[in-house]
């Protein structure tokens, strides 16, 4: 698709995402509504919603509301159009209260937030290979849980069952506990409580060795993407690929959207609160933020606390001046948000396609 010029007064527009359908509003420079219209969430609906905000003069930008959800189509569609496209949240509760909520009254304040410069974020790109890096590491997490879950389950069956199956594999390690149950016979007669439970173990054992294989699988697929997406990232001590994965796919195939490392600590959850008052003056530890990327970040944290000379003298030294252990972990955070941003923008992740990604996928 190439983007046109238009003639006719400059407008803003605004988008309310679902999932059959998108609704649209345009308004002028003054904020003032000029009409909206629905269109279904198809790539032809995409189209005729763009050629529809044109027609009605030189569209400057469009606020999408969900472009990490429902929108996610539609803002790559604007943008390859060359639209400037402003991720815009819902309204606030009290907005709603006050104004009520529907379609249209959500996509007029879509557009009246990006021309009030309410809001101004950049959406995700997601069309490189920290997508990929993304969309496989939610099926390594759904399966890493699902063997967890499928663990204390098997834990749980032992606690109870009949003593001679107890015996049989009490202190087995984890790996030796999964082969032993996998390899169960309960026999045809499941009426009897202990062949059920024998049967119920080993299918639950079972069923952890297939999602053992499919996380090692999906490690083998991730590993090369995140390498290739983030080199100097995993240079960084303390990071690995599953803590490198988490930073990329919170930071996007366009980190350069996020304007300075402070911007990146906010997003990470790591930026220090303000909590004075009177003479008392210090920080507090940020509770918002991507948690996922947080986490990531404590991860990193916790390794250097363990293994790195010089940080274990930061906290040697800080803890002497009276820090609590939060409050230098949150130091840390802050410190590695730094380095982790200083790698990611320097890693040219905006030029590497779909398209380059699909054979190493």
Excluded at 203 to 220: I, K, S, V, Y
Excluded at 325 to 354: H, W
Aim: glycine content about 8%.
């Amino acid at each position: 698709m190439t983007s046109m010029t238009h003639d006719g007064p400059e407008i803003t527009g605004g988008v309310d995402t679902h999932g059959l359908t998108h609704h649209a509003a345009v308004i002028d420079p003054v904020g003032r509504h000029l009409a909206d219209r629905e269109f279904p969430a198809t790539i032809r609906g995409y189209r005729d919603l763009l050629d529809w905000m044109r027609s009605h003069g030189t569209l400057t930008a469009v606020g999408v509301e969900g472009t990490g959800a429902y929108g996610a189509e539609l803002a790559r569609v604007l943008t390859a159009a060359g639209v400037t496209v402003i991720d815009v949240d819902r309204p606030d509760r009290k907005t709603r209260r006050m104004k009520g909520k529907s379609d249209p009254i959500d996509a007029y304040a879509a557009a009246t937030a990006v021309l009030s410069g309410r809001a101004t974020g950049v959406p995700k790109s997601r069309d490189g290979v920290v997508e990929a890096v993304r969309v496989l590491r939610i099926a390594r997490r759904s399966a890493v849980k699902a063997r967890t879950q499928a663990m204390n389950q098997i834990r749980g069956l032992l606690v109870s069952a009949p003593a001679m199956l107890r015996e049989q594999v009490a202190g087995l390690d984890r790996a030796a506990l999964i082969r032993t149950l996998a390899r169960l016979r309960p026999g045809d007669d499941l009426s009897r409580p202990l062949a059920a439970t024998r049967a119920a173990l080993r299918r639950l054992a079972r069923r952890h060795q297939a999602l053992d294989e499919e996380t090692a699988e999906l490690d083998a697929e991730i590993g090369p993407l995140v390498s290739r997406a983030a080199p100097a990232l995993l240079e960084l001590f303390g990071v690995g690929p599953e803590t490198a994965g988490q930073l990329l796919a919170s930071a996007g195939d366009n980190p350069e959207r996020m304007r300075s490392e402070g911007a990146f600590a906010h997003l990470a959850g790591v930026a220090p609160i303000p909590a004075s008052s009177g003479r008392t003056h210090r920080h507090r530890l940020n509770r918002g933020g991507d948690r996922a990327a947080n986490n990531a970040l404590h991860t990193i944290v916790l390794v250097r606390m363990r293994f790195d000379e010089r940080t274990r003298a930061y906290v040697e030294r800080r803890t002497k001046e009276g820090l609590s252990k939060k409050d230098i972990m949150r130091c840390l955070k802050r410190f590695v948000a730094r380095e982790v941003y200083r790698a990611l923008t320097s890693t040219p992740t905006e030029q590497i396609t779909q398209n380059d990604v699909a054979p190493a996928a």
